[in-house]
């Protein structure tokens, strides 16, 4: 019996996402992607979780943006649960690529304060997609309690959220100025400077932020 041209594509994509080479996966997620298949989208999910190979995680993610949102947004708020940091993270930049908005309720407080930097970083990118309209503060009073955290990657993520969201961030930021840790008042003040000029950049910022935190309060009340 012959099987039908689109069980074997199926197949042939579930062979290829599951092949040990990085290559041989990349064009099977193009190929799951090209002509999507419902079928696929729960093994798509499931190889973000585990692929070690950036490049294939992008393509599997563009997949999964082929397919319905009604499919693919369900499986990954799922993912959002899983123990594993890389299902997390690459679930929450597939959300945030997808921009379905019916997926806000699950970027929880624990997801934007993850202990994993990968996880956080993709959940505050996710967030500032998906927030909807009147919790764009909240969201912010949320952000900033991560303030100072980690290397200058993950301070710059953050200092993006924070930006991206506008205006309303300002108060979240001017009441962390006072913060009791340096770190946390440098990144806010370098983070207060981006929003005022975006094209600052943010080596520059946080330099300048340092400068007048080692000041002291007087300085700062500039």
Request: proline residues 5%.
């Amino acid at each position: 019996m012959t099987m039908p041209a689109e069980d074997a594509h199926t197949a042939r994509t579930l062979q290829g996402l599951a092949n040990s080479s990085s290559s041989v996966r990349l064009q099977a997620a193009l190929a799951a992607g090209t002509t999507p298949a419902e079928r696929l989208v729960g093994p798509l999910v499931e190889r973000c979780a585990v692929e070690p190979d950036f490049y294939v995680r992008d393509m599997l993610t563009w997949a999964l943006t082929r397919h319905p949102s009604s499919v693919t947004v369900p499986k990954l708020v799922d993912e959002l649960r899983s123990e594993r940091a890389q299902a997390r993270s690459q679930a929450l930049h597939t959300l945030s690529k997808i921009g379905d908005r019916r997926a806000w309720p699950a970027i929880t407080r624990a997801l934007l304060t993850d202990a994993d930097d990968e996880v956080a970083r993709s959940a505050w990118r996710a967030a500032v997609v998906l927030v909807p309209e009147g919790a764009e503060a909240g969201l912010a009073a949320v952000l900033v309690t991560q303030l100072g955290r980690g290397a200058r990657e993950t301070q710059l993520s953050l200092s993006r959220a924070l930006v991206a969201l506008g205006e309303v961030v300002v108060p979240s930021l001017r009441a962390a100025l006072t913060h009791a840790d340096p770190r946390v008042r440098q990144h806010a003040r370098a983070t207060e400077r981006l929003l005022r000029d975006p094209d600052a950049g943010f080596e520059f910022a946080i330099e300048e932020a340092k400068r007048v935190v080692a000041l002291g309060p007087t300085a700062q009340e500039g």
